[in-house]
DNA sequence: CTGAAAGCGCTTACAG
DNA sequence: CTGAAAGCGCTTACAG
């Protein structure tokens, strides 16, 4: 029932412990262990089935080979797919992976990277919270490598992966109006990440560029933690107190989702009777009739770009040296929910 | 930027690492500590911001409290809610989570369990893939505790959670047949998984009960490697082939959304041309136009009562001693896809 | 009430 | 070409 270990395997076939380590290692050659011991330690390890302890080689040399991957929530699916994708470009290069979701909480979060640095992550993959400041100044000055993705914090240097949030608000923007529509409504969270203001000032920018008028007051924010119920009914209220809306435009997808519920609660047709659009993709848009028109995040790219700069980081000397960004083009994707508004007869 | 170690906090109070440990461990009562020195200790602990290394730790006890937790895709609607689940519950019992895709590729799912036992964790839950018999019967005999998940492996007596699949499907195609329809297309994959086989004779026997005749030939089963496009094809030839059906029940949810986009190309309307059900319910099913009728996984109860199975099995001395098996209830929500048969005219 | 010391299973500089 | 030994940072039986 015991496991076997490295002194077991050496002990059986009166060799020493530093050699089956050596064999173990790929390190065979470089010290000069010949081939029939090799082989006889190899055959061994097989037949006995060992497997290095690895509790042993992350005490001893202080490489984890983990990285530790914090998203906000591992049941969503822009991060589910993040995850998944960074577990198989991870695997590929021998790193395995630690996930955790924060809920967008700063307290998980905090104890999060905690927990994961006393078990030696090499390195984090992070989607921060909007508290989070302290904690990611302490991974700078630890000289601890991660990488941020999908939202930065403010006033902080670091190596991240973000969407251009501003490129794909306006560009949203503008196809909305490019189709006719001058009455949007703006529906996001009440928040002071970068990414939602970044979608708001793409929104507004678009708008004033097209000379439309915006006020703060045609724009509704809901706080994130928010019940579906309670969304959906402030979207209701906010369509009776704005009939003349002919458009508009969700910050996420999930508002949208919720909007579509709304929508169809006040029996209002979409496009007829408003036409609407959605930052982030997801399965459902693509697949409501009529389907949604969305600024979609190339997942992929964002997932892979941010595990091969993790790695670089990992193994660089300076992890901090120089931070390096890599800024992900959205990809309008345009469907059956924003066509060009048909004039009032 | 080195970090703290339980010797340094020893050293700084003259003290031993002894009693820092049993601090550390909450075992200052019980030890006899002074609450004179416990608080001297903790004091230093938060000051210098000590944690203890969690590779030392686990070497010294051999526990992790880590589980593992194996399933076949993160990023997938159900899984990755499950993982979700599963996570915070961990967490409320001191416990992390190690995830990983298995893709439902055998060889993965044995690098995965091997990988995660030299890891030391503590217990898996894991959702099998097709070849996975010897394995899981490795980890019975070494005693190790884990819980399947979502499929069994035939013949073999192990913890499991998993949904009554034969219930399921037996009251959605019943309920199909209380409202009028009598030639029900079966859409399945091509699988020996004891959940597919459930569902098949879920719906087999309610036809069969209800007089109604079925043949193999009625049934049509793709591969689960086939890709998206390869699936719609046959759909949409099956559906040539008999255009005499007025129901189909899809057995996974997958193959439901598929479905809906064949049905779509053959400008079938659903329900008046077709009436659907589908096995496994998803975002989409409930805001589709028509909204999708469904045998649910209540995702909740499964990934609740899985890990609670687990650390339940974790503390037993007896890890296999008697294995216990949970079965959960699918709830049948039934939507607009199938509604009373409209009598031809 | 507290401390010295063994040992978990590895890796690696050093010695021969 | 190969081995003896130190040490990573803890926990815990033992001693006093």
């Known amino acids: 029932m015991k496991k076997v270990s490295m002194k077991d395997i050496a002990k059986e076939l009166n060799t020493s412990i ?61 991060f589910g797919n993040i ?6 470009e991870a695997t590929k290069n021998g790193y395995n992976v630690f996930f955790s979701s924060t809920e967008n909480n700063d307290d998980t979060a905090k104890q999060l990277i905690n927990k994961m640095r006393n078990s030696s992550v090499d390195g984090y993959i992070i989607t921060a919270t909007p508290g989070l400041k302290d904690e990611i100044m302490k991974l700078k000055t630890d000289n601890v490598p991660f990488v941020l993705i999908d939202r930065l914090i403010p006033n902080i240097e670091t190596n991240y992966v973000i969407l251009d949030n501003y490129l794909g608000s306006y560009n949203l ?3 909305l109006i490019d189709n006719g529509y001058s009455k949007i409504g703006f529906i996001s969270i009440l928040s002071e990440m970068s990414m939602m203001m970044e979608r708001e000032k793409g929104f507004l920018n678009a708008m004033t560029i097209a000379g439309l008028p915006v006020s703060s007051k045609s724009m509704l924010k809901v706080q994130f933690e928010d019940t579906e119920e309670t969304v959906i009914k402030a979207i209701k209220k906010y369509l009776q107190q704005h009939p003349d809306l002919d458009a508009l435009f969700f910050a996420t997808n999930y508002l949208g989702v919720m909007g579509i519920e709304a929508l169809q609660k006040c029996g209002l047709k979409i496009p007829d009777d408003m036409a609407i659009v959605s930052f982030d993709d997801n399965d459902l848009f693509r697949l409501l009739t009529p389907s949604i028109t ?51 007869v």
């Open 83 to 88: 995850a998944k994708i960074i577990e198989i």
């Open 294 to 344: 969305v600024a979609a995040q190339p997942i992929n790219d964002i997932a892979t770009q941010s595990i091969e700069l993790l790695l670089r980081v990992i193994n660089k000397e300076q992890k901090q040296a120089k931070t390096e960004g890599r800024i992900i083009r959205p990809e309008i994707i345009i469907r059956d929910s924003s066509p060009k508004k048909k004039s009032k």
């Open 173 to 175: 923007t503008k196809h």
């Open 18 to 78: 530093t050699t089956v380590s050596f064999v173990i290692n790929g390190k065979s050659e470089e010290m000069g262990i010949s081939p029939a011991t090799e082989k006889k330690v190899r055959d061994l390890i097989s037949k006995r089935g060992f497997n290095p302890n690895s509790a042993a080689r992350i005490l001893r040399t202080g490489k984890s080979h983990t990285i530790g991957l914090i998203v906000e929530d591992i049941g969503n699916y822009f």
